[in-house]
């Protein structure tokens, strides 16, 4: 047998497509071959290499394509919301109308606050300047009118 | 609780169970997503293989003729859908005259002087393999499938997976500079 069988053989021996018995004769080669038993190193070392590649994650957004297949034509949609939520409460651990009702919260306080800061009913601003021997001075941030 | 067999699952299926449908995508998603996403190098063609095996499954659930081997008839779909739109792909980017060899060459942000951990360096070498040795490696390897069962899915013999998948580590080695 040629090197490049032996390794051929090796290859497929790693992959245990290879019985024992027949695995013997690449070993008393690999004794005495100093290329192929480099060519054993190399494969084993890329195998552990190769598993510790991280695998892809899957978008939330395939698993809603992939299950809106799933539902029959003019469905409600009912059946794919849920379906959703399980596969998001499967991967996060967060149920989906939670994380729906703390987003809705966030809008809502952002919506309230931006109400409060621009009400044009806001009373101007009053600030008292203290000045020793001067008698007592109101200051307002409006115009004179505002703080007629 | 006993897990359900594809084979029940498949079943279900046929009868217009989508609860069924969905337990199966759980089980398949991440697997052909990441068999999908190295073997086109990109994240939105391995969508788009995994989004047409199941389109496949949900219209053909009846034909599949060994219900056993559903696992082996995912991959050789979304294999064959892999390669078709890689194929489209690059038709796309030859009619817009662009210089790009590769159609990952554009969605990977890595070069081989950027993958600095072995990682990343091993899976930018396997995007550089030819695709006959990188498909049989990848399921060999991610997958761990008989070389029987890979020549199903590539519609090939045992004997030539054997074959290919030697050369693939010999190439592999070598773009590592092994």
Known sequence: MSCMEIQEGISAFIDDAVPEEEAGSFFSHIADCEECRRFLQTSVRMRGMIARIPEPGVTPHLDARVLAIALPAGRSGGKARRLVSSLWQQRLGVPLPAVAAGIALIVLSALVSAWLWLSPARAPEQEVVYIFGMPQIEVYSGTHADAQ | ?178
């Open chain 2, 1 to 178: 609780m006993q897990v359900p067999t594809d084979e029940l699952l498949l079943e279900e299926v046929r009868g217009g169970n989508t609860e069924a449908f969905a337990a199966l995508y759980r089980r398949y998603r991440a697997p052909l997503f990441a068999f999908c996403s190295r073997l086109t190098g990109n994240r939105e063609h391995a969508e788009d293989a995994v989004h047409e095996s199941f389109l496949k499954l949900s219209r053909s659930a009846d034909g599949i003729r060994s219900p056993g081997a559903l696992r082996t008839w995912l991959f050789r779909v979304a294999r064959n859908e892999s390669l078709m739109i890689r194929r489209q792909n690059r038709k796309i980017v030859r009619l817009a005259e662009t210089d790009i060899d590769t159609p990952w060459e554009e969605n990977t942000p890595l070069t081989l002087l950027e993958a600095r951990d072995g990682a990343a360096q091993i899976e930018y070498a396997l995007l550089r393999l030819k695709t006959e040795y990188r498909e049989v490696l990848l399921l060999r390897e991610f997958e761990d499938l008989s070389y029987a069962e890979i020549a199903q899915i590539t519609g090939s013999t045992p004997s030539a997976v054997k074959a290919r998948i030697f050369k693939a580590r010999k190439a592999l080695a070598q773009k590592l500079g092994l």
